[in-house]
């Protein structure tokens, strides 16, 4: 799983990926 930023951060600060 990768963590990273979100460019939708309003919804929420990160976005995992697997």
Request: aromatic share 28%.
């Amino acid at each position: 799983m990768l963590y990273f930023p979100s460019y939708q951060s309003k919804y929420k600060p990160w976005v995992i990926s697997c």
